[in-house]
């Protein structure tokens, strides 16, 4: 184990949650300091701003934008640490460059998302939110549903890793056939079939989005690949706004081509474009898949953890770069 390092200041970014206590908890135990941004995430600016103020030795991000101006502005930054999985918020390519370590908690939250994937699909066979708001609305009307069998329909899974496993492990239990598309697909292990994405969207009643966000995968689904649906299906997106392209969601819809959309996310979050508002067939969730009280106080101790670990000399238990300067399971600095 590598000595430890003198005491450092910790920035935490943003926070989804009411506190911060979970975080202070951990990096104040390890003896450093906790500075707190803003819990709604702030603009790359206002974070680039508050490193120059702090010169943290780690960083601690939810949602916020964490720039390559930021990551370059203090000299003493070892670590970006992300509260989630997804990466498109940090400049890791800088991080890299400047020997800075870049990491996430890539396992925290397999459960929920898979669950809420599989509830958004239940959601929309059983007619449960379009039920829900007739009856609210006074209209009291059983011949008018329209519903479906699930174990008839077909389910692609777009991503295979462990959210996708764990979402087509749930989904087997109703019965339905499962198809799975993965650029890098698992070798002799059993599960579903794996096919081409073209081949997945022409043979899928549901279409269900794991995936990061990349430049690669941004509106990896558009107007060209929802109309390799067959029609009246639904797409189901967990993972990231930019994946989609809303106008063509929007499209489909109107057109009567796709039933219905799921989505958890959106490229415009927080806002909501009113074309998706006016649809029947849409069901919104405020980016919460990832969300349950176990799930959210894992992410927040984990992650912190981590940052101690950098910043003792310790590797980093989920390294997503490997610093310039620095051996691959090294947390020294260059």
Avoid at 122 to 149: K, M, Q
């Amino acid at each position: 184990m590598n000595p430890p390092s003198r005491p450092g200041t910790v920035l935490l970014t943003d926070h989804a949650w009411p506190d911060d206590a979970v975080e202070r908890s951990v990096i104040e135990k390890a003896g450093h300091t906790l500075v707190t941004g803003p819990a709604d995430p702030a603009s790359a600016e206002a974070i680039e701003e508050l490193v120059a103020e702090h010169r943290p030795a780690a960083i601690l991000t939810c949602w916020a934008p964490v720039s390559a101006t930021a990551i370059g502005t203090s000299p003493d930054l070892r670590i970006v640490a992300r509260l989630g999985v997804g990466l498109d918020n940090i400049a890791v390519g800088t991080a890299t460059e400047r020997g800075v370590w870049v990491t996430n908690v890539p396992d925290y939250c397999v459960e929920e998302v898979s669950d809420h994937a599989v509830g958004m699909v239940l959601a929309w066979t059983r007619g449960l939110a379009v039920s829900d708001r007739e009856v609210r609305a006074g209209r009291w009307d059983p011949a008018s549903a329209r519903l479906r069998r699930l174990s008839t329909l077909t389910c692609g899974i777009v991503g295979y890793g462990r959210i996708g496993r764990a979402t087509a492990r749930k989904l087997d239990a109703f019965g339905c056939r499962i198809l799975a598309h993965d650029p890098h697909p698992p070798k002799d292990a059993p599960g579903p079939e794996m096919v081409g994405l073209e081949e997945l969207l022409r043979r899928s009643d549901v279409v269900i989005l794991h995936v990061p966000l990349t430049p690669r995968t941004h509106h990896l689904i558009g107007t060209e690949q929802l109309e390799l649906m067959p029609p009246g299906g639904l797409l189901v997106n967990v993972s990231r706004g930019g994946l989609v392209d809303t106008d063509a969601v929007v499209k489909a819809l109107d057109d009567g081509h796709l039933d219905g959309a799921a989505l958890d996310v959106l490229e415009s979050e927080p806002h909501v474009p009113t074309g998706l508002l006016d649809q029947p067939g849409v069901l919104l969730t405020p980016h919460i898949a990832f969300s349950s009280d176990a799930s959210v106080t894992e992410l927040r101790r984990r992650a912190a953890e981590e940052v101690v670990r950098i910043l003792e000399g310790e590797a980093p238990a989920h390294a997503c770069n490997t610093p310039r300067g620095l051996p691959a399971g090294s947390g020294e600095p260059r």
